[in-house]
């Protein structure tokens, strides 16, 4: 039968190692396509009305249609930020010099703390009591506790702190790829140093960034546990995940929580698809290094 099996997949042009991929395909279609499909279904299912009255009414409703522009204030400029700030640190840390182990521990540390670990250090430092306010008003820089919890920056400040060391990672491993001799041949041709990052480094680098921008935009954009612990729920960083939380198992719609969730795919889809578009206009050739 083995035989037989390998003789009909031979015929038809089929290597017998694609076979490995069925595990694979089954895990994609019962974890993901499957859930998807429900998802979607479940959303054109509302208790009252039509197949699309749940996004009508979604679309209709301030407080809820609100939540996607409170999603994108959070998850971009968190993934801005935490893609641009690895790269000068990745450019620094991708050579060989004594130390550089501890201080890329050091960096990716706040990866194994979690998001309520995180929450708890932020509300202890920067709350009222905490220490931070305490400096300021110790050296009478202000005269009241400066507002950094319970609303959007609170939320900011915990989607860069658990987000960095994701971005930092990928960047360093795009920048390692990058073969350094390029630089010094542009050195020897009369190149500053400003101006072989500009038209050496960031060009082989921009399609990697895009694709960390990507990942971490996605990270950010699930901003439940954050929005709930270090951020104002009800009003300023009502997240299109708390939207669907509060319709699930408050309300009990699930139909709408399932609409919201619909609609958070849709937005992440569309922003990816765009930076891709963008990624692709870009050069994606060799790095003619260890990445290549």
Avoid at 86 to 96: E, H, K, T
Avoid at 132 to 159: A, K, Q, T
Avoid at 196 to 206: D, E, K, N, Q
């Amino acid at each position: 039968m083995t035989t037989g099996l390998r003789h009909r997949l031979a015929e038809r042009g089929v290597d017998r190692v694609l076979l490995l991929l069925v595990p694979a395909v089954l895990t994609l279609v019962l974890l993901f396509l499957y859930p998807m499909l429900y998802g979607v279904g479940l959303s054109l299912q509302p208790r009252t009305g039509g197949l699309l009255d749940n996004y009508r009414a979604f679309f209709a409703d301030p407080y809820q249609s609100g939540t996607i522009g409170k999603t994108m204030r959070l998850a971009l400029p968190a993934a801005l930020i935490n893609v641009g700030a690895s790269v000068p640190i990745a450019y620094r840390l991708r050579g060989r010099f004594r130390g550089r182990r501890l201080l890329t521990a050091i960096l990716v540390l706040p990866v194994t703390l979690g998001t309520v670990l995180v929450a708890d250090g932020l509300l202890r430092y920067l709350g009222p009591k905490g220490w931070f306010n305490r400096v300021l008003m110790g050296i009478g820089l202000v005269h009241e506790p400066v507002r950094l919890i319970y609303n959007y920056w609170g939320v900011l400040f915990s989607l860069v702190i658990t987000g960095f060391p994701f971005a930092f990672l990928l960047v360093l491993s795009y920048m390692s790829g990058i073969d350094p001799t390029l630089e010094r041949a542009a050195a020897t041709l009369g190149a500053g140093p400003w101006e072989r990052v500009r038209r050496i480094t960031l060009p082989l680098l921009a399609p990697g960034l895009a694709t960390t921008f990507v990942l971490a935009f996605v990270l950010a954009f699930s901003v439940f546990p954050s929005a709930n612990l270090v951020g104002e729920p009800a009003n300023e960083t009502r997240v299109m995940a708390i939207a669907a939380y509060d319709a699930a198992f408050e309300k009990y719609d699930y139909s709408m929580a399932s609409t919201i969730a619909v609609l958070m795919g849709v937005f992440e889809l569309v922003v990816i698809a765009l930076v891709l578009l963008w990624r692709g206009r870009l050069y994606t050739g060799s790095t003619g290094g260890k990445g290549a």
